[in-house]
């Protein structure tokens, strides 16, 4: 025999953690259906912002942007404000009411045809009653380039119908921008997703 147990005696088998709400993010057990859509985001001489596919589950669609970044006539203090940003970009970032938000902080959000708008700003407690954006970063670099992830949730899927995702990250030199993506193919591509297990 190659894999042996170390345990001589049978422990019970832990039990199942709860379901996580839909909110929080994507199912753990449904696969979800990739939409490639490959669009660029948003472009300066240090930054680049990449879409290359929408996952869509039954309850919800996530965003996996891809960041890449490169020192340039940076100095090392701003590159390093970059780094910080596009690996540990604070999911909800609380201010005072009326003061500007830092240059240094990568903003999100989806604007739908009706006027609604979410951001990953929008302070929420503890439970969603409403639509949702969050956000969660992931990535890797050397000295002076990186390559980042984030994965943005909306929470649930969008109506079937165009709407926008908009970015916005001054320090980087990207500038509010919007890009437009379809909600009736992320919808379908949702309502094809299944179950790991029948």
């Not at 001489?45 to 965003?63: M, N």
């Not at 690996?87 to 909800?92: F, G, I, M, S, V």
């Not at 890009?179 to 949702?190: H, K, Q, R, V």
């Amino acid at each position: 025999m190659f894999f042996e147990s170390a345990q001589t005696e049978e422990t019970p088998p832990a039990p199942m953690p709860p379901e996580l709400p839909h909110w929080l993010g994507p199912p753990l057990a449904e696969r979800g259906v990739i939409l490639p859509v490959e669009l660029t985001l948003g472009r300066s001489d240090h930054v680049a912002l990449h879409l290359p596919f929408v996952r869509a589950y039954t309850t919800g669609c996530a965003f996996e942007a891809e960041l890449a970044l490169r020192q340039g006539g940076l100095t090392p203090t701003d590159f390093l404000d970059l780094h910080v940003m596009a690996l540990y970009n604070p999911p909800q970032f609380r201010s005072r009411a009326g003061e500007p938000l830092p240059d240094r902080l990568l903003r999100w959000g989806v604007r739908f045809r009706d006027g609604t708008k979410l951001t990953t700003l929008d302070r929420r407690d503890r439970g969603a009653e409403g639509p949702l954006l969050a956000a969660m970063s992931e990535g890797q670099g050397r000295t002076a380039s990186l390559h980042a992830g984030v994965r943005l949730w909306l929470w649930p899927l969008p109506p079937p119908e165009p709407f926008e995702l908009a970015v916005e990250w001054p320090l980087a030199g990207i500038a509010l921008t919007f890009t437009e993506l379809d909600g009736a193919a992320i919808a379908a591509a949702g309502a094809r997703s299944a179950a790991y297990w029948p």
